[in-house]
């Protein structure tokens, strides 16, 4: 039988996952980038490989997302390099049919998608700002002594949340010290901060655009039940969460590999190579460009970041 | 004969052709400065205030590759070019800021303030004056340069309605020209879309005469004329467009308040709002240009 490889990178976490010719996930996998996305893609494909029989599954294509796409992609070979949106869109689509509006908040990135018809009508993204993402609810967990895994469940125990400016992570977190020396307790301030985010989202990345149902949260923030309860009575609309939301973005581009119909060989051993990256900078012109060389035990496998040939000829 | 410099930026992308008719007709040879680069940017970085826009910050770098290499260099002060409106606050003191930055530097200046009955035929003749000609050589010069200014601006929007009518998807490149022409702001954008096949139209070619008619749809009163264009130009394409990129410089007044404009009153078009600062990666550039391509495509492509 066939199979799909399909990998996530983003900034915080690397996903992946196989799937059938039926568009079915048979592995998955999901671990932290730790700021080095070979070596997490090599560990992902070790997980994915212990999943699957290799007698039965033959892999003849890899697309790949995320932040480090083209990285990742070129060292595995894939046929297809696909950014974020167009990747997240067609791997819940692929779930939910009728989905029209995906909200989806991660490390630093948040976005929205809005469909009509199977069909992406309107997105955005945040500003490079990641005022509301996850990074900034994992620093305020951490200033309070609190796992953020745990944020979601003491946020639903509270009855009167307070409010915190979350428009800026450095105001919210003055606001954050000052609302905790004033007396408030930890858990309406945590409650706060969930509704916060919430509101920051619709706020900003939402900012004009009509969240029609069904309603779908993605991304590691839509783990956090807090965030979740807070969007339902801010838009007191139903927002629905999948146990795999996670992994939406590398079930859309082991879609698009499959759809695309172009077969590449794929052997699993590719994590036992060496893979080296440097970053040259090309005196050709007065613009300096910064060239990525990447290397595979050795030898050039590709280069980018130039603006003009002269890039292109680094070893 | 004595060189008169054009730094290629902010608005030698405006008037183009009216100064270097102008010149020609007064056999005055002119130097353009290169096309914008990192370089170029860092220098013209080091001599401004940090709270300058990048727009401003490349205009300096072009001031200062021309130093030194020609007689003078052209840095006009605009105040108004309408009556009850404004323009940036750059354009005001731009002849005062390069002034003080480069104290030993010849400039050639003239001074466009409508409001106060300056007009741009006075000026350019003034212009003239300090290069040593006549009020009626000047005169002449000016009158040729708008003819050709004139016959370019017809002859761009014939080409422009031609690529409207195709059947390829279409993108209107909104924003200040100095911005969507710049080889390290728009033009890396439209580089970029030049691998695909769409056609490309651009805001600022767009009938004067058309203006203020298309500014009113979207608000009685724009108090800045160039963003005014922006607006008007936006107004008018938006339905004939499959899409419009929104192209700014940060930090930019004007322009905050028209884009948030435009974002609030766009209805059914796809707009995409890209803001240059500084100009290192182009990661997350491309991100948001893949998929605005892939929506504007609609339905699911490889």
């Known amino acids: 039988m066939k199979g799909y490889i399909g990998i996530d990178i983003g900034s915080i976490s690397t996903k992946g996952v196989i799937i059938n010719e039926d568009e079915k996930i048979i592995a998955s996998s999901y671990l932290w980038t730790e700021g080095n996305p070979v070596l997490a893609v090599k560990k992902v494909l070790k997980e994915l490989r212990q999943q699957i029989d290799e007698e039965i599954i033959n892999i003849v294509a890899v697309g790949t997302t995320g932040s480090a796409r083209k990285l990742i992609g070129t060292m595995l070979g894939a046929t297809v390099i696909k950014n974020e949106i167009?990747?997240?869109?067609?791997?819940?689509?692929?779930?939910?049919?009728?989905?029209?509006?995906?909200?989806?908040?991660?490390?630093?990135?948040?976005?929205?998608?809005?469909?009509?018809?199977g069909v992406v009508t309107d997105y955005a993204m945040n500003t490079l700002c990641a005022a509301g993402t996850g990074s900034f609810l994992s620093s305020q967990a951490k200033r309070l002594g609190i796992r953020v895994e745990d944020f979601g469940e003491i946020a639903l125990t509270s009855k009167h949340p307070t409010n915190i400016a979350a428009r800026c992570t450095v105001f919210a977190e003055s606001d954050l010290v000052h609302k905790l020396q004033m007396g408030y307790s930890q858990k309406d301030i945590i409650a706060g901060l969930c509704n916060s985010v919430a509101q920051n989202y619709l706020?900003?990345?939402?900012?004009?655009?009509?969240?029609?149902?069904?309603?779908?949260?993605?991304?590691?923030?839509?783990?956090?039940?807090?965030?979740?309860?807070?969007?339902?009575?801010?838009?007191?609309?139903?927002?629905?969460?999948?146990?795999?939301?996670?992994?939406?973005?590398?079930?859309?581009?082991?879609?698009?590999?499959?759809?695309?119909?172009?077969?590449?060989?794929?052997?699993?051993?590719?994590?036992n190579s060496d893979f080296e990256t440097k970053a040259v900078e090309c005196k050709g012109c007065p613009n300096h460009c910064e060239v990525i060389v990447v290397k595979k035990d050795g030898e050039k496998l590709d280069s980018w970041g130039n603006r003009c040939d002269k890039g292109s000829y680094f070893k | 004969m004595k060189t008169v410099g054009l730094p290629k930026g902010l608005l030698y992308y405006r008037y183009e052709t009216l100064w270097k008719s102008f010149f020609k007709a007064l056999n005055v040879p002119v130097m353009v400065s290169e096309e914008s680069n990192l370089l170029l940017l860092e220098k013209g970085k080091k001599k401004s205030i940090?709270?300058?826009?990048?727009?401003?910050?490349?205009?300096?770098?072009?001031?200062?590759?021309l130093k030194n290499k020609c007689d003078y260099v052209l840095v006009p002060r605009i105040y108004s070019l309408e009556k009850d409106e404004q323009v940036c606050t750059n354009f005001n003191c731009l002849y005062d800021l390069i002034k003080n930055v480069y104290p030993e530097l010849n400039i050639l200046n003239y001074n466009i303030d409508v409001k106060h009955h300056k007009s741009e035929k006075k000026a350019f003749i003034a212009m003239g004056n300090t290069l040593g000609f006549s009020k009626l050589k000047s005169k002449k010069a000016y009158a040729f340069a708008k003819s050709q200014e004139k016959i370019e601006k017809e002859k761009k929007e014939q080409n422009q309605n031609i690529k409207l009518k195709t059947n390829k998807k279409k993108i209107l490149i909104l924003g200040h020209p100095y911005n969507t022409k710049d080889c390290l702001i728009g033009k890396s954008i439209t580089d970029f879309l030049s691998n695909y096949p769409v056609e490309i139209i651009y805001?600022?070619?767009?009938?004067?005469?058309?203006?203020?008619?298309?500014?009113?749809?979207i608000s009685p009163k724009v108090h800045w004329t160039m963003n005014k264009e922006l607006l008007a130009s936006f107004m008018y394409y938006k339905d004939k467009v499959d899409g419009?990129?929104?192209?700014?410089?940060?930090?930019?007044?004007?322009?905050?308040?028209?884009?948030?404009?435009?974002?609030?009153?766009?209805?059914?078009?796809?707009?995409?709002?890209l803001t240059f600062e500084e100009l290192n990666s182009n990661i997350a550039l491309l991100t948001r240009l893949e998929s605005f391509l892939d929506m504007l495509k609609g339905g699911i492509h490889l």
């Open chain 2, 244 to 273: 419009v990129i929104v192209i700014s410089a940060f930090p930019c007044g004007p322009d905050s308040l028209t884009n948030e404009m435009i974002l609030r009153k766009k209805a059914n078009a796809k707009v995409l709002l």
């Open chain 2, 50 to 65: 940090d709270e300058a826009c990048l727009s401003l910050k490349l205009f300096i770098g072009h001031v200062e590759s």
């Open chain 1, 86 to 117: 167009t990747a997240h869109a067609i791997g819940t689509l692929s779930l939910h049919k009728d989905v029209r509006t995906i909200i989806e908040i991660g490390g630093q990135d948040s976005k929205i998608i809005l469909l009509e018809d």
């Open chain 2, 203 to 217: 805001s600022d070619i767009f009938n004067e005469k058309l203006v203020n008619k298309y500014a009113k749809k």
């Open chain 1, 203 to 271: 706020n900003n990345v939402a900012k004009g655009k009509k969240l029609e149902s069904p309603i779908i949260f993605q991304g590691g923030v839509s783990k956090n039940i807090g965030v979740k309860t807070a969007f339902e009575k801010i838009l007191n609309e139903k927002v629905i969460t999948d146990e795999n939301g996670h992994l939406m973005g590398a079930l859309g581009c082991a879609i698009l590999a499959m759809k695309k119909n172009v077969e590449r060989p794929f052997s699993f051993n590719v994590s």
